[in-house]
Nanobody, 126 residues
Framework: QVQLVESGGGLVQPGGSLRLSCAASGRTFNSYTMAWFRQAPGKEREFVAAINANGGSILYADSVKGRFTISRENAKNTVYLQMNSLNPEDTAVYYC???????????????????WGQGTQVTVSS
């Protein structure tokens, strides 16, 4: 497993942008599929985006398509989530997650990932 540490959360006004980072430990980061999930108060944790080991496959939740971009720098053991056009519905704790292999969209859920970060709070409010 890898250890994951998120950063970059904060308070932003509607329409604004944030970039989240997730730093991973270990020498095998470039073999992991990485993902972002989020959990709003009183709601279940939900999938946001995923990227495979070499960045060639990417998946987004419909709610963030066209606004969020996931990317990774294997040389830095880091995955990013660029979030644009934020709205109050994006307010949540955002979590980074890792698994060894890419999987289908239908199975890209919480139970498919074995390694998790501690989360970073994103609040969108005026």
């Amino acid at each position: 497993q890898v250890q994951l540490v998120e950063s970059g959360g904060g308070l932003v006004q509607p329409g604004g942008s944030l970039r989240l980072s997730c730093a991973a430990s270990g020498r095998t980061f470039n073999s992991y599929t990485m993902a972002w999930f989020r959990q709003a108060p009183g709601k279940e944790r939900e999938f946001v985006a995923a990227i495979n080991a070499n960045g060639g496959s990417i998946l987004y939740a419909d709610s963030v398509k066209g606004r969020f971009t996931i990317s990774r720098e294997n040389a830095k053991n880091t995955v990013y989530l660029q979030m644009n056009s934020l709205n109050p519905e994006d307010t949540a704790v955002y979590y980074c997650a890792a698994r060894r292999y890419w999987t289908t969209a239908q199975t890209m859920g919480v139970s498919a990932f074995g390694s998790w970060g501690q989360g970073t709070q994103v609040t969108v409010s005026s």
